[in-house]
C-alpha cells in the first residue's frame, strides 16, 4: 500500500493511515464469516451452540426445524470454522469453535439483538429491552 499515490490531494493523508491495511484474503475470511450469518437460522444455530453442546436431534428440537435441515447448516458452520464437533459413541456432538473469531460473533449477536448469555448478569435486562423494543414502548 505504500506504493499507492491517489489522485487527488484531500489534506487527509490517506496513504498514511491505511499503510498497514490488511490485504485481500483477511477480508475475504471475513467476507465468508458474513456470509454464514446471512441466514437467520444459522445465526439462531451458532447462537444455541455458544450455550450448550448438542447432537443434531436435540438442536432440532430446539430450533424447530427437521434433522437434515440442522445438518446443512451445520456443515455450513464447520466450513466456516465457527463449530466443532465431537463423535460419542453413534452420537456427533457439536458446540461452538474456541476461537476469537466465534467468540467476538456470539458476543456481536448478542449486542445487536439486545440479549445476553442465558443465566448471565443482565438476561433479564437484555429480555425487557426487547420486550419494549417490540411492543414499541421504548
Request: glycine share 6%.
Amino acid at each position: 500500500m505504500t506504493d499507492i499515490r491517489l489522485p487527488h490531494d484531500h489534506g487527509q493523508h490517506t496513504e498514511q493511515k491505511l499503510a498497514d491495511m490488511p490485504g485481500i484474503d483477511d477480508f475475504q475470511i471475513v467476507a465468508d464469516i458474513f456470509k454464514q450469518m446471512g441466514d437467520s437460522s444459522r445465526v439462531r444455530i451458532f447462537w444455541l451452540l455458544c450455550h450448550c453442546e448438542e447432537c443434531v436431534i436435540n438442536i432440532s428440537a430446539l430450533v424447530q426445524m427437521s434433522s437434515s435441515a440442522v445438518s446443512h447448516h451445520l456443515k455450513q458452520l464447520r466450513a466456516a470454522r465457527l463449530i466443532i464437533s465431537r463423535r460419542e459413541g453413534k452420537e456427533v456432538y457439536y458446540k461452538a469453535a474456541d476461537t476469537p473469531q466465534a467468540r467476538l460473533l456470539h458476543h456481536m449477536i448478542e449486542d445487536l439483538v439486545e440479549i445476553a448469555c442465558p443465566g448471565k448478569p443482565g438476561a433479564a435486562a437484555a429480555s425487557d429491552r426487547r420486550a419494549e423494543r417490540k411492543n414499541g414502548t421504548k
